[in-house]
């Protein structure tokens, strides 16, 4: 099966969550967050796939039950209450509704992430004639997940060998405290040596390009991502307006 365009996956991905969201179904949203699930353990990407949305989830939900579970001030009966806390029906209602559609979201665009190529990305940005910055702040911000992530694991061994830190929660506290300000400098110094790199190299070129990497496309692809958003845009206006035609 040959490789997706990364314009196609994206495309793809968005009319799909757009059209989730626009149908009201919490049953759709929960399919459709399975389904990623499945796509992600049958590429070999479920590990990854569920650190991310974890990561991104975690404190999103944990703010919407906050908000409108356990600081609900609606005047609806108490399920729970604790002083100034108080847990209703309608407020867990709508932090459910709203937690699926944020689901909906990151899981639609961690899997469409997990499935692109960051190189055939940057590739494909700079062959569509848009500017040379708008692909390098792409392929940078792909990779600096992974860079961050190895540069986090250096610094905290490096800390463990001097026994920085501690027991108890005050002692990972104090770890994590003190992996924080090197990881915030090292990055901070690797951004303005880059940028002297790239001056140096006169970045943005211009005149003649030569590219070395081509991603393979068709004007089937080219077709699919052109019609997927437009039948995606008017399913979603008709979806709004009947209030959620899907169960």
């Given at each position: 099966m040959a490789r997706l365009h990364p314009f196609t996956t994206a495309s793809f991905a968005a009319t799909t969550a757009v059209v989730v969201i626009a149908s009201g179904s919490r049953w759709a949203a929960a399919a459709t967050v399975l389904a990623c699930a499945v796509a992600?353990?049958?590429?070999?990407?479920?590990?990854?796939?569920?650190?991310?949305?974890?990561?991104?989830l975690g404190p999103l939900w944990a703010s919407q039950l906050m908000i409108h579970a356990l600081v609900d001030r609606s005047g609806a009966a108490a399920l729970w209450e604790v002083g100034p806390?108080?847990?209703?029906?309608?407020?867990?209602?709508?932090?459910?509704?709203?937690?699926?559609?944020?689901?909906?979201?990151?899981?639609v665009g961690t899997l469409a992430a997990l499935a692109v190529d960051r190189h055939d990305l940057v590739a494909a940005i700079d062959a569509a004639g848009v500017p040379a910055q708008l692909g390098y702040i792409v392929g940078a911000a792909f990779g600096l997940g992974p860079q961050l992530a190895g540069r986090s694991r250096a610094i905290g061994r490096a800390q463990a060998l001097r026994g920085a830190g501690g027991r108890g929660p005050a002692g990972w506290l104090r770890a994590v405290r003190l992996r924080a300000v090197p990881l915030v400098v090292?990055?901070?110094?690797?951004?303005?040596?880059?940028?002297?790199?790239?001056?140096?190299?006169?970045?943005?070129?211009?005149?003649?390009?030569?590219?070395?990497?081509?991603?393979?496309?068709?004007?089937?692809q080219r077709l699919a991502r052109r019609i997927a958003p437009a039948a995606g845009a008017v399913l979603a206006v008709v979806l709004i307006a009947g209030g959620g035609a899907l169960p």
């Amino acid at each position: 099966m040959a490789r997706l365009h990364p314009f196609t996956t994206a495309s793809f991905a968005a009319t799909t969550a757009v059209v989730v969201i626009a149908s009201g179904s919490r049953w759709a949203a929960a399919a459709t967050v399975l389904a990623c699930a499945v796509a992600a353990v049958r590429t070999g990407r479920l590990r990854r796939f569920a650190a991310a949305c974890a990561a991104v989830l975690g404190p999103l939900w944990a703010s919407q039950l906050m908000i409108h579970a356990l600081v609900d001030r609606s005047g609806a009966a108490a399920l729970w209450e604790v002083g100034p806390l108080r847990i209703t029906a309608g407020g867990l209602d709508t932090a459910l509704g709203l937690g699926l559609r944020a689901a909906v979201l990151v899981a639609v665009g961690t899997l469409a992430a997990l499935a692109v190529d960051r190189h055939d990305l940057v590739a494909a940005i700079d062959a569509a004639g848009v500017p040379a910055q708008l692909g390098y702040i792409v392929g940078a911000a792909f990779g600096l997940g992974p860079q961050l992530a190895g540069r986090s694991r250096a610094i905290g061994r490096a800390q463990a060998l001097r026994g920085a830190g501690g027991r108890g929660p005050a002692g990972w506290l104090r770890a994590v405290r003190l992996r924080a300000v090197p990881l915030v400098v090292a990055t901070v110094q690797d951004a303005a040596l880059r940028s002297g790199h790239l001056a140096a190299r006169g970045f943005p070129a211009s005149g003649a390009v030569v590219r070395y990497r081509e991603v393979a496309d068709s004007r089937r692809q080219r077709l699919a991502r052109r019609i997927a958003p437009a039948a995606g845009a008017v399913l979603a206006v008709v979806l709004i307006a009947g209030g959620g035609a899907l169960p």
